[in-house]
């Protein structure tokens, strides 16, 4: 599997975009990028995924590099419960998500 | 409402005294897995299972059992808990392995003395 990288933190102030990145330089072809996030010890919650095409949906954006070797994610008006770790995953599909330490997105009033 | 239910939610027992984490789902899902979660070491896989009666090894499956006798349910048994299975366990489930959105269960917090 592709390994990711990600900054360890975030600021965002509370109505602005967060953009989140992530690097995946050794992504192989059929490889989707996934993104969870957790907030505060609860279950991981799906927000997007993607495999060439930005793609959109009712929680975030997702921005994918032509090369796909890196990508980001984008909360176009974050809100203070949006407060999470965010993890970007790379894999073929869904089994067996392999979560590393993510990114501690904090958002402030 | 979709979801995944795990019981119970927290659970503080003693060394060597058998319990089941239960795990159900009610969007027919096929496949079904669990993940312990620990500080620095993120989430990792235990057991999952492609269908009823297909259950297999995750990465840290060592001390731990599973069953799927029905394709709702996927209890997680520690026959015999030891202090360093204390952890955080999910389950999860998505509508096949070659899903691409897995929900996740709210978590079992577990303490082994």
């Known amino acids: 599997d592709a390994k990711t990288t990600q900054p360890p933190s975030m600021d965002c102030a509370e109505g602005r975009a967060a953009n989140l990145p992530c690097n995946h330089s050794?992504?192989?072809?059929?490889?989707?990028v996934y993104w969870y996030r957790q907030i505060h010890s609860q279950g991981p919650q799906y927000i997007i995924h993607?495999?060439?095409n930005n793609e959109t949906n009712e929680m975030a954006s997702l921005i994918i590099t032509e090369d796909r070797k890196s990508s980001t994610l984008i909360l176009p008006h974050a809100t203070l419960r949006d407060t999470a770790v965010y993890y970007c995953i790379v894999r073929v599909n869904t089994d067996k998500l392999i979560f590393g330490t993510g990114t501690r997105l904090q958002v402030f009033p | 409402e979709a979801q995944v239910t795990q019981n119970p939610r927290y659970l503080i027992t003693v060394t060597g005294k058998k319990l089941t984490v239960t795990c159900s789902q009610n969007?027919?899902?096929?496949?079904m897995s669990w993940y312990r979660q620990d500080p620095g070491l993120g989430l990792r896989q235990i057991y999952y299972s492609m269908n009823v009666e297909v259950t297999d090894k995750g990465d840290v499956p060592e001390g731990y059992k599973v069953s799927r006798k029905e394709k709702r349910n996927f209890p997680l048994i520690l026959e015999s808990p030891s202090p360093n299975q204390t952890s955080l366990y999910f389950c999860a489930s998505s509508l096949a392995r070659e899903g691409h959105e897995q929900f996740f269960g709210p978590g079992t917090r577990l303490t082994v003395l």
């Open positions: 050794t992504i192989s072809g059929n490889e989707y």
């Open positions: 993607g495999l060439k």
């Open positions: 969007m027919n899902h096929e496949y």
